[in-house]
């Protein structure tokens, strides 16, 4: 939503450089990648991913993860899909998006805002016939509940491969995380410095202090030390983004994380009145 009136291909790079942090599994292995498009990838993809911005903003979102690898690409579709042919409806949507982004094969599919009325195992369905097909090569979720989730993977059994969801210091997610722990499912936070509220904080700035580090960087190591999570923080300038890489360096003790356990937890930025009933 945030690029609706950044059309243009060569203004993307500034709106989505992004960072994303992820430890992983008990190796704790770092990969350091960026959500958005680099000025390097910028002339070859800006203006595809520009037109499609345009055109389909309204239905999806997308990021690109630039990592050593390979480009990773993922896209996410709404729910509010036609109830009576929701594998055609969901189709037609995925279709549209690759047609705009040029490509064959999605890394990376997900189901955005959970619908009340949705219906979960259709919806799981059609994306999981267009996984067989080749065409996707994962399934994963944003927004949902353990309920959600629980119905996802226990009674539908769809392999979901990430759940992407609120996540920050002033925010509780335990319950949340030990479902997914639970069932070796990475949840990815967004608005992992809760919109810029963590800011002046004196917990957090009192911690910061003491490493030589800022608020924000001991937020992302208090996300990114955890089992199973990743944090996709929003940074446009390139001094931000490595500020954000540079949270990798800290060391928080067991105090810093006490004090942080002692701030309140209920303090959710992003809650539309469509949303589920969060646990």
């Not at 960072?19 to 008990?26: A, I, P, R, V, Y």
């Not at 927004?143 to 491969?161: D, M, S």
Request: contains cysteine; charged residues 20%.
């Amino acid at each position: 939503r945030a690029a609706q009136g950044f059309i243009g291909g060569a203004m993307i790079p500034t709106v989505f450089a992004t960072s994303f942090l992820l430890f992983q599994g008990e190796k704790r292995t770092q990969i350091s990648v960026l959500i958005g498009l680099t000025a390097t990838l910028a002339p070859t993809i800006g203006p595809t991913l520009g037109g499609w911005l345009s055109d389909h903003y309204s239905w999806h979102w997308l990021f690109l993860i630039n990592v050593p690898v390979g480009l990773v690409v993922a896209t996410a579709v709404w729910s509010w899909l036609d109830m009576d042919r929701p594998d055609w409806s969901l189709r037609r949507s995925f279709d549209a998006s690759m047609k705009k982004l040029r490509l064959d094969v999605l890394d990376l599919y997900l189901i955005h805002w959970p619908s009340r009325s949705m219906n979960l195992r259709a919806t799981l369905e059609a994306m999981l016939k267009l996984k067989a097909e080749g065409r996707i090569r994962a399934v994963g979720v944003a927004n949902f509940t353990v309920a959600l989730l629980r119905q996802a993977v226990e009674e539908i059994g769809a392999p979901i491969a990430c759940n992407q969801v609120e996540y920050h210091v002033l925010l509780d997610q335990s319950k949340l995380l030990r479902t997914m722990r639970s069932k070796e499912i990475p949840l990815i936070a967004y608005c992992p410095l809760a919109q810029g509220r963590l800011a002046g904080n004196p917990v957090l700035e009192r911690i910061a202090k003491k490493h030589q580090a800022t608020a924000a960087q001991v937020a992302l190591k208090w996300l990114l030390d955890q089992e199973g999570v990743a944090a996709i923080p929003k940074a446009s300038r390139p001094e931000s983004q490595q500020a954000n890489l540079d949270a990798l360096k800290l060391t928080l003790d067991d105090a810093d994380r006490a004090a942080i356990a002692a701030l309140p937890k209920n303090q959710r930025s992003v809650s539309p009145g469509f949303g589920p009933d969060w646990d």
